[in-house]
């Protein structure tokens, strides 16, 4: 019994075996660099460092040591010393002449008698420097103790590979304070713009430096790239380097062979961070799973037990630590996501908050926790100034506004166009100044009209008995073209709001957070060029960078899989929440020669998927791809600066269903973020069966 039992576990693990295999491939082609990652992680420190060939791993051409001591301009220089001695080599080489000395036969025998002129050339401009990690990796491992329990139960209740929680090792070296010179924070390294799609991130809380709950978002990033790609490979470098950009690697080339498209896909944007996170991924996974092996015996860090309860109101810190009674630093250890205007009373706690307490002592309830609460001294709740509120004159308030409007209702506004007063990003909020109050006992779906295929305003004010001037106005159009198929239109006027602190905040909160975005995104440009210049030569130089063992590495960038580049033709997928009236203004011309080249009727709205010709008469290719993604990434953090997805759930298309009733069904939930989630979806021309990825969407404007 025994033995069939022991056979049987045995059988087990080697199916689990092939799984893990099926789904995270180590290819024979990509081994060699597998080797070179773990070579960097387990055998070379921070003080020490290889020359070697950025495309081909396997080519280490020498060992750099450093005195610890050493400063980082002395190393650069001796880096820079080996690099060019060794690009001389490969230029004399190139250039038929034979080797010299024992230095010159040793760079050629790496290359093999039948490297041609050409690949000698090539390899002397390719030449690179990487900074060891050994000691960074062994922190990592002790370090990573705390979470892997936590990370391995979020993996598989979303069904992930539970290799996966290997990742943070490439990320942050399981830091979870760690900070990256473009602002990527956290365990798992996510960007505010993107961190925000999952987790709080305000002047309060910071949910990124909360391992937990940035697990949590690292999951669901991750399981949205492999729905989107199909593959673990694609998705975990869609990690590092955007979906979009890996969906635009795979349709370029024709193929999701993650050898292929490591070896072959060439973008600017593609350096060499993006081509090895896989590869390096890997290599922190072999030493994840045999640390012993590559470092001996680790004494590693255990997970702390809490009691987790919602704060059933807003409290200062000191009424918190008085009602709890636990010493500051034990608090402030649970407790990572609150943030340092929190801890020095300048902010509260605030309600909802999910707080962290000890697991000794008073067995913890919510209702002990309120009742605590309510017998400390009373909590003053910190009102927003008046520099909380929008700016009223700025040079990019008007753009920023609007998108805070469109991203509310989402009616469409051309650039430019501001609404009468700001609004919050809510799904009811008005897009423009409301004529009239409405009933509030008016049921959503009466108070909208979901724009369909073939719509256009004047049959649009025909089926609902709306004239198109009032319709207009309800929705802050500037013209008959600016609609778009999945519109919600507002058909009665929103019933007007107070100027409450709350909704100037609120405000507030989505223009700071679309600048934010914009920032990150210049920091992000400009890193990437730092990198493929300046390699770190230090510890130091390289945390400085930031935390990432693959130098480059930025964290989830964007969670945005929607391609906005021109094609070769000169023409445009559209998508949703743009109009002919954007696309006018983007490119100075008039929406009806746009009309007239694409051969348009009428007013009907462009279709989302089709594809359009445009004209290039006063701006350029990239000036109009820039000034489309901008509008889009304005769009998308204004409306996530006060919404949050909270998971997926999957529905089937019915006979009869179309874009419309699908939005019916989720109302909350604004078309273009529908189509990020079924990016290759045609919602023209649904089939009974289709699945549909539904995101469930909080909106947390009120926290």
């Known amino acids: 019994m025994n033995r069939l039992l022991l056979s049987g576990i045995l059988l087990l693990l080697c199916r689990f075996a092939t799984a893990a295999e099926t789904l995270l491939p180590r290819p024979p082609e990509l081994e060699p660099d597998v080797q070179f990652w773990i070579r960097v992680y387990t055998q070379v420190s921070t003080n020490e460092g290889l020359i070697h060939d950025q495309h081909r791993l396997s080519v280490v051409y020498e060992t750099i040591h450093f005195d610890a001591d050493t400063p980082s301009?002395?190393?650069?220089?001796?880096?820079?010393?080996?690099?060019?001695?060794?690009?001389?080599?490969?230029?004399?080489?190139?250039?038929?002449?034979?080797?010299?000395?024992?230095?010159?036969?040793?760079?050629?025998?790496?290359?093999?008698?039948?490297?041609?002129?050409?690949?000698?050339?090539?390899?002397?401009?390719?030449?690179?420097?990487?900074?060891?990690?050994?000691?960074?990796?062994?922190?990592?491992?002790?370090?990573?103790?705390?979470?892997?329990?936590?990370?391995?139960?979020?993996?598989?209740?979303?069904?992930?590979?539970?290799?996966?929680?290997?990742?943070?090792?490439?990320?942050?070296?399981?830091?979870?304070?760690?900070?990256?010179?473009?602002?990527?924070?956290?365990?798992?390294?996510?960007?505010?713009?993107?961190?925000?799609?999952?987790?709080?991130?305000?002047?309060?809380?910071?949910?990124?430096?909360?391992?937990?709950?940035?697990?949590?978002?690292?999951?669901?990033?991750?399981?949205?790239?492999?729905?989107?790609?199909?593959?673990?490979?694609?998705?975990?470098?869609?990690?590092?380097?955007?979906?979009?950009?890996?969906?635009?690697?795979?349709?370029?080339?024709?193929?999701?062979?993650?050898?292929?498209?490591?070896?072959?896909?060439?973008?600017?944007?593609?350096?060499?961070?993006?081509?090895?996170?896989?590869?390096?991924?890997?290599?922190?996974?072999?030493?994840?799973?045999?640390p012993a092996k590559y470092f001996g015996g680790l004494a590693r860090n255990t997970e702390a037990g809490f009691h987790e309860l919602k704060m059933p109101a807003t409290a200062s810190m000191n009424t918190l630590l008085r009602a709890v009674g636990v010493d500051r630093e034990t608090l402030r250890s649970l407790n990572p996501a609150l943030r340092p205007a929190v801890w020095n009373g300048q902010r509260v706690v605030p309600a909802g908050y999910v707080l962290r307490l000890p697991a000794a002592g008073s067995s913890w309830t919510a209702e002990l926790l309120a009742q605590r609460l309510g017998s400390a001294q009373p909590v003053t709740v910190a009102q927003a100034s008046p520099a909380a509120r929008p700016p009223a004159a700025t040079a990019s308030a008007p753009a920023i506004a609007t998108v805070i409007a469109s991203a509310a209702a989402p009616a469409a506004h051309a650039p430019g166009t501001v609404p009468s007063a700001p609004v919050a990003a809510a799904p009811t909020a008005a897009a423009g100044t409301p004529p009239a109050a409405v009933a509030p006992a008016a049921p959503e779906s009466s108070q909208y009209y979901v724009v369909q295929t073939g719509d256009d305003t004047s049959a649009i004010a025909t089926r609902t008995g709306i004239p198109v001037k009032k319709l207009m106005a309800l929705n802050s159009m500037r013209d008959q073209d600016d609609i778009y198929e999945g519109q919600r239109l507002r058909l009665v006027a929103a019933a007007p709001e107070p100027e409450t602190v709350t909704t100037d905040a609120t405000a507030a909160a989505a223009i700071a957070a679309v600048q934010e975005s914009q920032d990150e995104g210049a920091a992000v440009k400009a890193a990437r060029k730092l990198a493929a210049k300046n390699e770190p030569v230090s510890k130091a130089q390289a945390q400085a960078e930031g935390p990432q063992l693959v130098p480059g590495a930025t964290g989830p960038e964007s969670a945005d899989p929607v391609d906005y580049s021109v094609a070769a033709d000169g023409s445009i997928r559209v998508v949703a929440a743009e109009t002919l009236g954007h696309y006018a203004d983007w490119l100075g011309t008039s929406a009806q020669r746009l009309r007239s080249i694409n051969h348009l009727r009428g007013r009907t709205p462009v279709v989302m998927g089709r594809r359009l010709k445009l004209e290039f008469a006063t701006t350029t290719r990239e000036q109009f791809e820039e000034v489309r993604r901008d509008y889009h990434v304005r769009l998308q953090a204004a409306y996530f600066s006060s919404h949050r997805i909270a998971g997926t759930e999957v529905y089937i298309a019915r006979r009869g269903d179309s874009l419309w009733s699908i939005t019916q069904k989720s109302l909350k939930v604004p078309v273009w973020l529908l189509q990020q989630y079924n990016p290759d979806l045609d919602f023209g021309n649904l089939r009974p069966g289709t699945q549909i990825s539904l995101p469930k969407v909080e909106d947390v404007s009120s926290l």
């Not at 978002?217 to 991750?222: D, K, P, R, S, T």
């Not at 896989?278 to 994840?288: D, E, I, P, W």
């Open 73 to 290: 301009s002395e190393r650069a220089r001796r880096v820079d010393a080996e690099r060019e001695r060794v690009e001389d080599i490969l230029k004399r080489l190139a250039r038929g002449d034979e080797p010299r000395d024992e230095d010159d036969r040793r760079v050629k025998a790496l290359w093999g008698d039948d490297a041609t002129a050409v690949q000698l050339g090539e390899a002397a401009s390719d030449v690179r420097f990487q900074l060891g990690q050994s000691d960074r990796f062994r922190s990592g491992l002790i370090r990573a103790g705390a979470w892997e329990v936590h990370i391995g139960e979020v993996l598989a209740n979303l069904g992930l590979p539970a290799e996966i929680a290997a990742l943070p090792h490439v990320e942050s070296s399981f830091d979870p304070y760690a900070y990256s010179k473009v602002g990527a924070a956290g365990l798992w390294q996510f960007m505010r713009s993107t961190g925000r799609r999952f987790l709080r991130i305000d002047a309060a809380v910071d949910e990124r430096l909360d391992p937990y709950r940035e697990t949590e978002a690292a999951a669901q990033l991750l399981s949205y790239n492999y729905r989107l790609l199909g593959s673990w490979p694609l998705a975990i470098t869609a990690y590092n380097h955007g979906a979009e950009g890996v969906r635009r690697a795979r349709e370029q080339l024709g193929t999701d062979d993650i050898v292929r498209i490591v070896r072959e896909y060439h973008s600017p944007s593609f350096g060499f961070a993006s081509r090895n996170f896989y590869v390096s991924f890997l290599a922190a996974l072999t030493v994840a799973q045999d």
